[in-house]
């Protein structure tokens, strides 16, 4: 009787304990594959013990220059800000990922990401000059001075 009771109430949806959760706090360890723009990486995670996956990391609270553009001066910009990236994961391919959650784009999640020495690659990007910082929401239309 309680299991029918149960069923009924979260189709309901007044049962918040079987609610699926947006967010996962992490940590979550990872390893890096490859970078993939100034603001993306290929990781190999391990969110349970001996559950492997590969899932493509937005890296939380910034936007890169995008490499596809038609401006020759935002790929150029786009090259810069991925070049720092893997300079900066170079020697610290294991990482940690937390405040997962998906991204507005399927297949990829968005993370805070925090390289194995401790320092948080969003931050440095944007303190060197070569990313935005982004809180999901519209971005604004980038220019070109070829234009």
């Given at each position: 009787m309680f299991?029918?009771?149960?069923i009924?109430?979260?189709f309901?949806g007044t049962?918040?304990?079987?609610?699926?959760?947006?967010e996962?706090?992490?940590?979550?360890?990872?390893?890096?594959?490859?970078?993939?723009?100034?603001?993306?990486?290929?990781?190999?995670?391990t969110?349970?013990p001996?559950?492997t996956?590969?899932v493509?990391?937005?890296?939380r609270?910034?936007?890169?220059p995008?490499?596809?553009?038609?401006?020759a001066?935002?790929r150029?910009a786009?090259?810069e800000?991925?070049?720092?990236?893997?300079?900066?994961?170079t020697?610290?391919?294991?990482?940690?990922?937390?405040?997962?959650s998906g991204?507005?784009?399927f297949g990829?999640?968005?993370?805070?990401?925090t390289?194995?020495?401790?320092?948080?690659?969003?931050?440095?990007?944007?303190?060197?000059?070569l990313?935005?910082?982004?809180?999901?929401?519209r971005k604004?239309?980038a220019s070109?001075a070829?234009e």
């Amino acid at each position: 009787m309680f299991r029918v009771i149960a069923i009924l109430l979260m189709f309901l949806g007044t049962m918040p304990a079987f609610a699926a959760r947006d967010e996962i706090d992490g940590p979550v360890a990872a390893e890096i594959i490859r970078v993939i723009d100034g603001d993306t990486l290929l990781v190999s995670a391990t969110p349970w013990p001996q559950q492997t996956m590969e899932v493509y990391v937005r890296i939380r609270g910034i936007d890169a220059p995008e490499i596809h553009s038609k401006c020759a001066e935002i790929r150029k910009a786009a090259a810069e800000a991925r070049q720092a990236l893997e300079r900066m994961i170079t020697g610290a391919t294991n990482i940690r990922l937390t405040d997962i959650s998906g991204d507005k784009y399927f297949g990829r999640i968005l993370a805070n990401v925090t390289l194995s020495d401790g320092r948080d690659p969003a931050h440095d990007l944007l303190a060197d000059g070569l990313v935005l910082a982004y809180d999901g929401g519209r971005k604004p239309r980038a220019s070109c001075a070829e234009e």
